[in-house]
């Protein structure tokens, strides 16, 4: 189960746990250094781990999925999977959401707009004078 890195990696101890088996199933370790693609996890006693998992990173306030790439004794080689694509997603989400936004204040401006030009036809016909 041998894999070459394809970005480096960035030195880190992130406290961490490694989710499996329908959440059933959890270990928890450290993250030792991390990069885009994937990282390097501390775990303290050797057990099985599945070729597919997910790493909670509290810290970041993420969940990864995982493929793992290798194993030995403490230590264990991990490749992010759909990483890319996840992130992609929400920026997508965030766009449309921001795309909505706009066009909400878009439509309130013209409201106000409208609004302040009632009020200041009102005024006029009242005889006030439009202040500076």
Sequence with gaps: MTHARKLERSRSILGATIVYNNRNSTIECQIRNISRSGAKLSISHSVGLP??????VP???KTYRARLC???EFSAGIEFILEANHEDAEQNNRVAELEAENTILRLRLIDLREKLAELEATLETRGVEKAA
Excluded: A, S
Aim: no cysteine.
């Design 51 to 56: 070729e597919e998992f997910d790493v909670e």
């Design 59 to 61: 810290q970041k306030g």
């Design 70 to 72: 290798w194993r030995d």
